[in-house]
C-alpha cells in the first residue's frame, strides 16, 4: 500500500514538473496589449490596437506551450490554408469587436494589419525577429448626435490597456502663435470611479500569480514547503511581501529598474536556491530564522519583475497610489491563494511518516529541477 501511494505521489510530482516546464516560462505572460481610440472632430473614430502576433494565433487556434508549436502548426498549414486562417482571425475580432453610442451599438469596421507576408517571414526565420507586435487599425463613423462613446475588445486580444485621444490639426503661419487648446478635453473628461480603479488593479495583481506568475507560484511553494510551523511561515511570507512591494513601488516611479534579461533568469535562480535548501535542511526539525534575510533579497528580486508588468499595464494619473496599492494587493490574494490550495491539497498526507522524507523531497526535487530549466532557458 505504501509503494503504491509514494509511486502516485512521485508521478503527480513529475507531471507537475513536466506541466510547468512546458508551459511558458517567464514569470508573466504577454498578453496586455495596447490599444489607442482617436476621436476626429466628434464625426469619425481610428483605432489602433498593439498585440503579439503569436500570442494572438496561439489564442485563436487554442494552443498551448511555447511559441514553436504555433509556428509548427503554421508550417504545416498550406499557403491558402494560412490565408483563410487570417482571414477568419480578422472577422473574429472585428465581430467580436464593437462600440457603444449611449444606447446604440455598432460594429468597428474591418480591420486591418493581419498580413500573410509578417506569417511567412514569422515561419521561415522566426529566431531573426526579436518581437511580433503588429498594429491592427481600423476608421469608421460616429453616428449623428453621439455625445457618448465606449468599446468592447474581441476576447482574443485579452487584456487592453486603452488610450483615448483626440487629435486636432491647425495650419501655423511663420511666427504666430496657435489658438487656445484644452488640456483635459476629450469626449467624456470623467475620471474612472475609485471601485472600479481598484477592482480592476486587484485583478490585474490577483491574475498575475495565478494562473500567470508560475514562476512566484513555485517560489511560494517553497516557502511553504520548508516552513514546519506556521510562525516560520508568517515570517518568510511577511519579509518575501515587504520586498517586493518596496521594489514594486520603487520599480513604478522609476528610481530602480533593471532590464527583464536580467530579473527573469536571477528569479529562476532564486527558486533554484529554495528548492536545494529545502532539500538541504529536510531532516533539520529546527526554525531558522538565517533564511529570512535571503527571502527578503529574493523579495526585492521578484517585486522588479511585479513591476514591469504594472509599467505595462499603466497607472492612472489621478489615481496613482489607489491602483498601485490595489494591484499590490492582488498580488497578495494571489499568494494567499496558492498557499491554502498547496495547503488543502498537502494537508491529507501532513500526518504519514513519510511526509517530510518523501513527498516534500519529491516536490522541491521538482521545483528546483523545473526552475534549473528555466534559468538555462532564459539565459540562452
Known amino acids: 500500500m505504501f509503494t503504491r501511494t509514494l509511486s502516485w505521489l512521485l508521478l503527480c510530482s513529475l507531471f507537475l514538473a ?23 472632430n466628434n464625426e469619425r473614430y481610428q483605432l489602433v490596437v498593439t498585440v503579439d502576433f503569436i500570442h494572438l494565433l496561439k489564442q485563436h487556434l487554442a494552443i498551448n506551450g511555447a511559441d514553436n508549436k504555433v509556428i509548427q502548426t503554421l508550417s504545416a498549414l498550406s499557403f491558402l490554408k494560412q490565408k483563410q486562417l487570417l482571414e477568419q482571425l480578422t472577422l473574429d475580432i472585428s465581430q467580436q469587436t464593437y462600440l457603444q453610442f449611449g444606447d446604440t451599438q455598432q460594429a468597428i469596421g474591418q480591420l486591418q494589419g493581419l498580413q500573410l507576408q509578417l506569417l511567412k517571414r514569422i515561419i521561415s526565420q522566426p529566431e531573426s525577429l526579436d518581437d511580433y507586435k503588429i498594429s491592427l487599425r481600423t476608421t469608421g463613423d460616429f453616428p449623428s448626435e453621439a455625445k457618448e462613446i465606449a468599446i468592447q475588445f474581441s476576447p482574443l486580444l485579452g487584456d487592453i ?91 513604478v516611479y522609476g528610481v530602480i529598474s533593471l532590464p527583464s534579461d536580467i530579473v527573469e533568469p536571477l528569479t529562476a535562480l532564486s527558486i533554484v536556491y529554495v528548492g536545494l535548501e529545502n532539500i538541504y535542511r529536510a531532516k533539520s526539525n529546527s526554525v531558522s530564522h538565517s533564511r529570512l534575510p535571503v527571502i527578503f533579497a529574493f523579495g526585492l528580486l521578484h517585486g522588479l519583475g511585479f513591476a514591469s508588468v504594472l509599467a505595462d499595464v499603466g497607472l492612472p494619473p489621478s489615481q496613482y497610489i489607489l491602483s498601485l496599492v490595489a494591484f499590490n494587493i492582488g498580488v497578495e490574494l494571489g499568494q494567499l491563494t496558492v498557499i491554502a490550495i498547496a495547503f488543502l491539497c498537502l494537508l491529507a498526507f501532513r500526518t504519514k511518516s513519510w511526509y517530510q522524507t518523501r513527498l516534500v523531497l519529491a516536490l522541491n526535487i521538482a521545483i528546483a529541477v523545473i526552475a534549473t530549466y528555466w534559468f538555462i532557458e532564459r539565459i540562452i
Open 18 to 40: 513536466s506541466l510547468l516546464i512546458t508551459s511558458a516560462s517567464f514569470a508573466h505572460t504577454d498578453d496586455i496589449n495596447k490599444a489607442t481610440l482617436s476621436l476626429e
Open 161 to 251: 490597456v486603452l488610450h483615448v485621444v483626440r487629435p486636432e490639426q491647425e495650419m501655423l503661419s511663420r511666427n504666430s502663435l496657435s489658438r487656445n487648446y484644452q488640456i483635459a478635453q476629450s469626449l467624456s473628461n470623467v475620471t474612472p470611479s475609485a471601485f472600479k480603479v481598484t477592482s480592476d488593479y486587484l485583478y490585474q495583481g490577483f491574475i498575475h500569480i495565478l494562473p500567470k506568475g508560475l514562476d512566484h507560484i513555485l517560489f511560494v511553494i517553497a516557502l511553504l514547503l520548508f516552513a514546519k510551523r506556521k510562525s516560520s511561515l508568517i515570517w518568510q511570507i511577511s519579509a518575501f511581501t515587504l520586498a517586493h512591494t518596496i521594489t514594486l513601488a520603487l520599480g
